[in-house]
């Protein structure tokens, strides 16, 4: 079954800092991937998607995030971030043609941005 | 507007006691889905359903019942719930093939 690994559980940083959050997936097949968003109190949102063609996708509110299959990971950039970000960011995969038409989510990353 | 509706958003209740969860979606998905969250493990799939009459389990199914008799509605049935299953739950639907899932506002359920 795939799995979905998210490394920080928590980043704090200040405004205008840029933001990596790592995401790596254990798949050997095709994957469609996604970013989500929770702000604090409010339900998921969709940040950004990959499905195929150009392995760098940009999202909503500045975020970009950068397929690299060698390294089965979807890492999340911002280049500046401002306190509005303080959010729960989730990774999800989505293994085409495994048992089981499901997303498979990492644990989150609580971002934290200091006025 | 396109949404996902859950009904109740908060819901306390005690053991053993039953409970349904209602979701509903207008976009005429054929997908459905319920998540709980729980801190630092993410969001985990307890049960799905491609279609109407159509439905499986997820990675946590145990103390869950779901059905899909409407295309609409996907409620979620604690028979007989337990302190265990205090969570937070989305709701959730997509087309086919998955494109894009919409999320529900969620059920904070708190069970004594």
């Known amino acids: 079954a795939q799995s979905v690994s998210q490394h920080n559980h928590h980043v704090i940083l200040s405004e205008a800092a840029s933001l990596e959050l790592g995401c790596n997936y254990s798949?050997?097949?095709?994957?469609?991937l996604f970013w989500y968003v929770q702000y604090p109190g409010q339900h998921l949102q969709l940040l950004l998607k990959?499905?195929?063609?150009?392995?760098l996708v940009k999202g909503i509110k500045g975020f970009e995030a950068e397929f690299i299959k060698s390294k089965f990971s979807f890492n999340l950039r911002k280049p500046s971030v401002q306190w509005s970000d303080t959010a729960e960011y989730f990774c999800?995969?989505?293994?085409?043609?495994?048992?089981?038409?499901?997303?498979?989510f990492g644990g989150g990353t609580r971002v934290l941005v200091k006025p | 507007e396109a949404q996902v509706t859950q009904n109740p958003r908060y819901l306390i209740t005690v053991t053993g006691k039953k409970l349904t969860v209602t979701c509903s979606q207008n976009?005429?998905?054929?997908?459905m889905s319920w998540y709980r969250q729980d801190p630092g493990l993410g969001l985990r799939q307890i049960y799905y359903?491609?279609?109407?009459?159509?439905?499986d389990k997820g990675d946590v199914p145990e103390g869950y019942k779901v059905s899909r008799k409407e295309k609409r509605n996907f409620p979620l049935i604690l028979e007989s719930p337990s302190p265990n299953q205090t969570s937070l739950y989305f709701c959730?639907?997509?087309?086919?093939?998955?494109?894009?899932?919409?999320f529900g506002p969620g059920t904070r359920l708190l069970v004594l």
């Open positions: 999800a995969v989505n293994a085409l043609g495994a048992a089981g038409n499901k997303l498979t």
């Open positions: 798949y050997g097949g095709t994957v469609n």
């Open positions: 990959y499905f195929s063609g150009d392995p």
């Open positions: 976009m005429n998905h054929e997908y």
């Open positions: 359903s491609m279609n109407v009459e159509v439905t």
């Open positions: 959730a639907s997509a087309h086919q093939g998955l494109k894009t899932q919409y």
